[in-house]
């Protein structure tokens, strides 16, 4: 049903105005919504009206990721105070727009000529790269498409890009509308395998916030997979019982300006409620990965519904959110796994006689290809064992020479600390082996080194 739809829309498209309305929907709704989504046009961009090569290069550089990164601008009618220069020159670099060369040596864009519906099939084929698979078109004005163009209109058609109009022309040269490339564009994400499924929009807005309740993400660098939530909330309606389960929550993905709502995974929510009193908050942890299936790194907002009522209160649902950066998944490789492992034991064998060790963290990891080797840094969070501070001897004589350090000594003694390394590890015949470098930012000096040697 799929793939009849889509050819039906497309042939119905057509260069002039037709209005195609199925259920109040228009025939290219979903392929604007993608395009949006996905960050080729802009939410405010004017969908109307004809496709110009300035603006084709626009979408068409965003679609095929690419960044003119610097390269000069060759076209002469083409200034840098353009909208499209960067997108055009993105385009020029990749040898997907060559432009016109002049008799005397100028190349020529002509940004702000309309685009054809043979041109921008040639685009395409240069962006993507879709190769004719032998097939034919069978147009009735097949005849009228440029020599230039035969082959990558022949491939678009096999790749189930474009199709005909309802009178079985193609019109070669008839100038494209920029619904028409937009679903073009949509159409080439989907033959090249991409997910051109358009992510539900949020409904939630900041005013939705209630005033009685405050979330936030405490964890001090968020991980991938855990957050830790406190929730507060506050004295107003001291009578009401705010209740909420906390793995009943929405999730949200910043992107392109817009927040996009993720889709579960379809695990089955528990069904654990909390009462959160007036003036108390309380602290949950949530795993992501049993919710969501491989989220990438990004920027997140976690939303949360609070049943609220109460002998005399209407009831009522109020909302909570917190905003939040998710980090790159861990590497899960068998060197990394022996160098988690290996550095867990050995900073717990020699850091816990003198400390209590509250956690450890690789981040920077890189890998040579074999898996032999690795650098890294690595971070050890650690606090004095409770204690008096007062009955620490340095603490003890700050205070009774009335030291004005006295306070820093006893607030410091209290606070979690970090110690930072930055490590090579080299898995070889005779196992595991660290080598520290003093100085990452210079000359790369390995040292074979291990734990104990920081013991002062």
Not at 198 to 205: D, G, M, Q, W
Request: hydrophobic share 30%; with cysteine; charged share 30%.
């Amino acid at each position: 049903m799929k793939k009849t739809y889509l050819r039906t829309i497309m042939i119905l498209a057509s260069a002039i105005a037709v209005s195609v309305t199925a259920y109040g929907a228009q025939w290219y709704d979903t392929a604007v919504e993608y395009c949006r989504s996905a960050g080729y046009i802009s939410e405010d961009y004017d969908i109307n009206g004809s496709l110009t090569r300035g603006g084709m290069a626009e979408m068409l550089s965003k679609a095929a990721g690419l960044s003119s990164d610097g390269t000069d601008n060759p076209f002469a009618d083409v200034s840098s105070d353009d909208s499209f220069a960067d997108d055009i020159t993105a385009l020029y670099k990749a040898g997907i727009f060559a432009g016109v060369e002049q008799n005397d040596g100028t190349l020529l864009a002509d940004p702000n000529g309309v685009l054809t519906r043979e041109q921008a099939a040639s685009f395409l084929i240069r962006a993507y790269g879709f190769k004719n698979s032998g097939g034919g078109i069978d147009f009735a004005d097949s005849e009228e498409v440029s020599d230039y163009a035969v082959d990558d209109v022949k491939a678009l058609v096999g790749s189930g890009v474009i199709s005909g109009y309802e009178d079985n022309t193609f019109r070669p040269k008839g100038t494209l509308s920029k619904t028409e490339f937009i679903m073009m564009l949509y159409k080439s994400d989907e033959a090249a395998g991409k997910d051109v499924t358009v992510p539900e929009r949020s409904e939630f807005t900041d005013d939705e916030m209630s005033d009685n309740l405050a979330l936030e993400v405490i964890n001090e660098e968020t991980p991938y997979d855990a957050l830790e939530l406190r929730f507060t909330r506050h004295s107003e309606d001291p009578g009401a019982l705010y209740v909420y389960n906390p793995q009943k929550f929405t999730l949200e993905k910043s992107e392109n300006g817009q927040w996009t709502v993720m889709e579960r995974n379809g695990n089955e929510v528990k069904e654990i409620e909390y009462q959160l009193k007036a003036d108390s908050s309380g602290v949950r942890k949530i795993t992501l990965s049993d919710f969501y299936d491989a989220l990438e790194p990004g920027r997140y907002r976690i939303i949360y519904e609070f049943s609220v009522n109460g002998v005399g209160i209407e009831k009522r649902s109020d909302y909570v959110s917190a905003e939040f950066d998710l980090t790159e998944a861990p590497v899960d490789t068998e060197l990394y796994e022996k160098i988690e492992e290996y550095l867990k034991a050995e900073t717990e064998k020699t850091f816990s006689k003198y400390y209590e060790i509250l956690g450890s963290e690789i981040s920077n990891y890189e890998e040579n290809d074999d898996g032999t080797e690795a650098i890294f840094f690595y971070k050890i969070i650690h606090k004095n064992f409770d204690k008096d501070p007062d009955t620490v001897e340095y603490i003890r004589e700050a205070k009774e020479n009335n030291s004005p350090y006295y306070e820093t000594y006893y607030k410091e003694y209290l606070e979690p600390k970090e110690m930072n390394f930055y490590f090579k590890a080299v898995d070889g015949d005779d196992g595991l082996k660290l080598y520290s470098d003093d100085d990452p930012t210079g000359n790369t000096d390995w040292q074979e080194t291990k734990l104990s040697d920081y013991i002062l």
